[in-house]
Structures are given as C-alpha cells and as structure tokens.
C-alpha cells in the first residue's frame, strides 16, 4: 500500500464557511454527490451532516470521518480535482524538488500533508493529512511556471513533471478566480 494524493481547486472561505455553517442546500449536494458511499457508510453520513450542521446525534468519537466529510464538501465545491497515486511517503519531497529546480517556490505538496489546522464544530481540531495553497501562492506559482522554458521542464524526471503539471493545472485554475485556492489531501 502506498499514499495517495488528491486536491481541489475551491474557493477556501466557501469550504472552510461550509463548516459549521447549517448550509441544508450544499448538505443536499454533498448527499446527492456521494449517494452510494453514504448509504454504505452510516458512520460517515452521521459526520458528513454534523460537519455541515454542527450538531452531532449520538457524540460516538467519529473523528477519523472529519477529513473524508471536509474533502466531500470541497469536491462538491470544487472547479478541478486532481488525484493520484499511490506514491512512496518521500514522493512529495522529490515533487517539490522538481518545483525547485523550475524556480516554482511558491507552492509545495508536502504542504498536502498536515500543513492546515482545520476546526469543525465544538472546536475540535485535525492537523493531519490537509494543506492549502492560496490564491496568492497560485498566482505566484503560474507565473514562474509561464517563464520557464521547454528545455527546463524536460530536465525533470517524466513522473515529477507530471506531478509538477498537476500542481500547476490545479493553481490555474484557482489563480483565475480571487478568492479560489487549492485543498489538498495526502493520506496512506
């Protein structure tokens, strides 16, 4: 087993105001989006709702759910999803490296791995797994990206500029709307 990676080009006050915020008609969406992984999961559709709605029905200690319910809020909020894998723990660093060399020092995806504090309702705080880049960090990223050449880019290993490409097709597309950035999660 390996770890995987996926993220989402968002609008990140949108997702992290979804939190808590009692929002019935994006509580819908989420449920319609993902039916099938719902009603095989009681578990997880009690931590999707109390993640939207903030109350929480038995107080069962359902904390490992809180990142799959906030990464199902971000793919239904999302403009592009990326994902990948599954990877060796120290690819992140090798992609990151590659990002370097390109002169790209705006966005990392070791970020992906824990750099984020999320707080969900009762004040309950999960660090692990969840990283962002900002609108600023992606704009930052594509414009050194535009700059560089043909040549640079075919410098990298073929399997780090693929992920390279992957980070710059996700900060983008966040780069073209204020406000969007990218959610990211990295997980075994």
């Known amino acids: ?3 995987f990676f996926q993220a989402y080009a968002v609008d990140l006050d949108q997702a992290h105001g979804a939190i808590g915020s009692g ?13 099938d992984e719902l ?6 559709a009690e931590v999707v709702r109390y993640v ?4 929480l029905d038995d107080g069962d200690d359902l904390e490992d759910y809180f990142v799959e319910a906030f990464k199902m809020i971000c793919e239904t909020l999302s403009v592009l999803e990326e994902g990948n894998g599954p990877f060796s723990s120290d690819w992140p660093g090798a992609i990151d490296t590659g990002l370097s060399e390109l002169n ?17 309702p009762d004040g309950i705080e999960y660090a692990r797994i969840y990283g962002e880049w900002t609108h600023t960090q992606c704009v930052a990223a594509v414009e ?3 700059g560089t050449t043909a040549e640079q880019r ?3 290993d073929p399997e780090v500029l693929d992920w390279v490409e992957i980070g710059i097709r996700l900060a983008s597309m ?3 709307t204020p406000g969007y950035g990218v959610a990211g999660f990295i997980w075994m």
């Not at 939207?52 to 109350?55: A, E, K, L, P, Q």
């Open 52 to 55: 939207v709605s903030g109350t």
């Open 174 to 176: 966040a780069a073209k």
């Open 1 to 3: 087993m390996g770890w």
């Open 104 to 120: 790209i020092d705006s966005i990392r995806f070791r970020e992906f791995e824990g750099g984020k504090v999320l707080t969900f």
């Open 154 to 156: 075919l410098a990298l």
């Open 144 to 146: 050194r990206w535009e």
């Open 39 to 44: 009603d095989d999961d009681e578990e997880l």
């Open 23 to 35: 929002d019935d008609e994006l509580l819908r969406r989420v449920e319609q989006k993902f039916e």
